[in-house]
């Protein structure tokens, strides 16, 4: 079945930067796109970004442009969302997303369990 | 970008009753080249991640319990659960994919009465 696991929580300073990783299993992993959506505590989710696992294109939300980095490992099955100049508002959890098919690739029919990132000094 | 306003914030329903979630966005999401709505439902409970429930606005993801039912074109949307059970308590939303970014309404928490 199809399973997306990412990395545990981290806990970082103001100005760091974070990479949180998330490994797919149970599917051809450069079949389908790679979504990135967090959720501030309290707040509605946002997406952040996708990458075409196929051939490693991306786009960002304007919102988060210069700031995030989206990559893809093919020989490990692992995306990973790389965001850096970090302060306090990007306290969230963030989700990596499965496109559900090849027409749907922006509708996310998987989901890894998320990981807490908390921005503190 | 679009924006995706959803209407109540909260609603509380009774076990059985009928549960009716709206959906607005800013612009139409309706593609007019295959005549799809680019519009999905979310279900989100407790520490979860979000559970697809139904995309092109109306199509019930596989494993979906049918008392769940989506409606609407252009720019409005109705998610609708027919029979309110128990284990629906959840937060709700829609998104948009109809361009970036993927935007998504602000939430409706929905309780039993």
């Known amino acids: 079945q199809v399973q997306l696991v990412q990395s545990g929580a981290e806990v970082k300073k103001p100005g760091a930067s974070v990479k949180v990783s998330c490994k797919a299993s149970?599917?051809?992993?450069?079949?389908?796109?790679m979504h990135w959506v967090r959720q501030a505590p309290g707040q509605r989710l946002e997406w952040m970004g996708w990458?075409?696992?196929?051939?490693?294109?991306?786009k960002y939300s304007q919102k988060f442009q210069g700031r995030v980095t989206i990559t893809r490992d093919t020989s490990a099955s692992t995306a990973y969302m790389e965001l850096s100049s970090l302060r306090s508002e990007d306290t969230a959890v963030y989700y990596c997303?499965?496109?559900?098919?090849?027409?749907?690739?922006?509708?996310?029919?998987?989901w890894g369990q998320g990981t807490l990132v908390t921005v503190s000094s | 970008d679009i924006v995706m306003t959803q209407s109540p914030d909260s609603l509380a329903v009774s076990l059985g009753e009928r549960a009716t979630i709206n959906c607005k966005s800013s612009?139409?999401?309706?593609?007019?080249?295959?005549?799809?709505?680019?519009l999905t439902w979310y279900q989100q409970k407790p520490g979860q991640p979000p559970k697809l429930l139904i995309y092109?606005?109306?199509t019930r993801e596989s494993g979906v319990p049918d008392r769940f039912s989506g409606s609407g074109s252009g720019t409005d949307f109705t998610l609708t659960i027919s029979s309110l059970q128990a284990e629906d308590v959840a937060v709700y939303y829609c998104?948009?994919?109809?361009?970036?970014?993927?935007?998504f309404g602000q939430g409706t928490k929905l309780e039993i009465k």
């Open positions: 092109w606005a109306s």
């Open positions: 997303g499965r496109g559900l098919n090849v027409d749907l690739v922006a509708t996310m029919g998987y």
């Open positions: 998104q948009q994919y109809y361009s970036t970014p993927y935007s």
């Open positions: 612009q139409s999401v309706l593609y007019s080249s295959n005549n799809k709505n680019y």
């Open positions: 149970g599917y051809t992993f450069t079949s389908y796109a």
């Open positions: 990458i075409n696992v196929a051939n490693g294109n991306t």
